[in-house]
């Protein structure tokens, strides 16, 4: 059984541009939830998708979006850069209920 | 809003001996929590839980206590190893989609 897994590992790109952050899910798990780490901070719920629909969505601007395939992988994308974006992306996937399995994370760098 | 905080960014103690991480949550919705722990370079790894029904679980060396009239939980460590030296995360929802953290306490365990 594999665990979560997130591509690519670190990313280095300049504001106004847009990112595309993937994640496949831990075999057997519908949901996949992305957060957003800043440095010494917790992780901060960015949305959820269960069975390809957003299930909830935290305090995040518009130029955040997501896709979830019928595979369960997922993608997060950020629109219009900001410098404020540089920060670990998280994504944790679970059954329907349960506990969510974190991915090691994406490390974005927004210059 | 900080809907769960840990007010301890750090903890050092002694090997063997018993460590108590705190954390404290102001939304009554919540109905489950967790806790996870970080190594560096690494996804939050899930280490117990408890839902608000129960006052305490137990793993091996590690117990979550809850105490819902206070808002309150602790999860103690007994006894400390060294490698549990790592940031623990306290992560709290109501309906597991939107899932709050801590900002995390770092906890040193010297040989």
């Known amino acids: 059984e594999t665990g979560v897994t997130q591509s690519p590992t670190h990313l280095i790109k300049t504001r106004g541009q847009q990112v595309t952050l993937r994640c496949s899910s831990q075999?057997?798990?519908?949901?996949v939830s992305w957060y957003q780490q800043a440095l010494g901070q917790g992780p901060q719920f960015i949305f959820q998708?269960?069975?390809?629909?957003?299930?909830g969505r935290g305090n995040f601007p518009p130029r955040f979006s997501g896709l979830q395939f019928p595979n369960y992988s997922s993608e997060l994308n950020v629109n219009a850069l900001e410098l404020d974006d540089s920060a670990l992306y998280l994504c944790?996937?679970?059954?329907?209920?349960?506990?969510?399995?974190f991915g090691p994370g994406t490390r974005l760098t927004v210059l | 809003d900080q809907q769960v905080k840990q007010n301890s960014p750090s903890l050092s103690v002694q090997e063997g001996r018993i460590s108590i991480l705190n954390c404290d949550y102001t939304?009554?919705?919540?109905?489950?929590f967790l806790w996870y722990k970080k190594y560096p370079a690494e996804g939050p790894t899930f280490l117990i839980s408890?839902?608000?029904?129960?006052d305490k679980n137990e793993d091996g060396r590690f117990t979550v206590f809850l105490n819902k009239s206070a808002k309150h939980l602790s999860l103690h460590i007994v006894p400390s190893q060294p490698g549990d030296s790592a940031v623990y995360f306290c992560?709290?929802?109501?309906?597991?989609?939107?899932?709050?953290f801590g900002a995390g306490t770092r906890l040193t365990v010297k040989p």
């Open positions: 944790a996937s679970s059954p329907t209920t349960g506990v969510q399995f």
């Open positions: 998708y269960y069975r390809e629909e957003e299930n």
């Open positions: 992560a709290a929802s109501d309906n597991n989609n939107d899932m709050r």
């Open positions: 408890i839902s608000s029904i129960k």
């Open positions: 075999s057997g798990h519908n949901t």
């Open positions: 939304n009554s919705m919540f109905d489950y």
